[in-house]
């Protein structure tokens, strides 16, 4: 269903440029070591909130998720990652605050289980979103809560063997489009459409009342890795996509 996905681990920061965008990835279940790196960084709120997680392994992967944010972005903007000020739009799509010159940084962090991916481009907006595989007794149900009428009707046209990867594929363009937006779940599920069916690149077909949506956003489909869905929606056309590894991701033993 996805795109052929080739992961690459850098010597050195990768240069983002205009036309590209970066996808980046990253356990989430790390050595004591690296945990401890990450919570140097988050800032006072983001501390707060990591202790209030009930459990300590989301405790865990909420530190890591953001340290390896803040750690990326530092790289990116050639800023001490631990000073970045980030904070939320109206819509909850998250921003850095004081953005230097020239370098309008978009980025996105998506996690699902025990992994987490980050998107970033310069000067279009970026939303990616990761989903784990899980098994899916009620996978109709759900899919009628979230999917088009037109996705709906697609989904009952496969073989049952097809339904679960198709359902991924839709969950995870569907989310990466309103992401993209900076809408969230504000933005109605059921106006608009992505392709879901196997061997169908990944496309936005439909936004309602907005027909020229189709030709501003694009949508690829990615492999995050053995049993995970993702896909990427950005701004623009002529836009390549490259996928890295992020380099200090030992898992704890």
Request: with cysteine; charged share 25%.
């Amino acid at each position: 269903m996805a795109e052929e996905t080739f992961w690459q681990t850098a010597a050195v920061h990768p240069t983002l440029i205009p036309a590209q965008v970066h996808l980046w990835r990253t356990p989430l279940e790390v050595s004591d070591d690296r945990l401890e790196r990450c919570r140097r960084l988050l800032s006072a709120e983001e501390a707060l909130r990591a202790q209030r997680f009930h459990f300590e392994r989301d405790r865990r992967r909420f530190i890591v998720a953001r340290g390896t944010l803040r750690t990326l972005l530092g790289a990116y903007l050639r800023a001490d990652p631990a000073r970045i000020e980030l904070a939320n739009g109206p819509r909850g799509k998250p921003a850095v605050v004081h953005p230097q010159e020239g370098r309008t940084l978009e980025f996105n962090l998506s996690h699902a289980a025990d992994l987490a991916v980050y998107a970033f481009s310069l000067g279009r907006w970026v939303g990616g979103d990761v989903e784990a595989h899980r098994p899916l007794d009620d996978l109709r149900r759900l899919a009628g809560t979230v999917f088009s009428p037109y996705e709906l009707a697609v989904l009952d046209s496969l073989p049952p063997a097809e339904q679960f990867p198709s359902f991924y594929a839709c969950w995870t363009r569907k989310e990466a489009f309103i992401k993209a937006i900076g809408e969230g779940l504000y933005f109605p599920l059921d106006h608009f459409d992505v392709t879901l069916a196997p061997g169908e690149p990944a496309r936005l077909l439909r936004v309602q009342g907005d027909p020229a949506a189709l030709h501003r956003w694009q949508m690829a489909a990615f492999d995050p890795g053995a049993g995970f869905s993702g896909a990427v929606v950005f701004e623009g056309a002529e836009t390549s996509l490259s996928f890295w590894h992020v380099v200090g991701h030992e898992t704890a033993s």
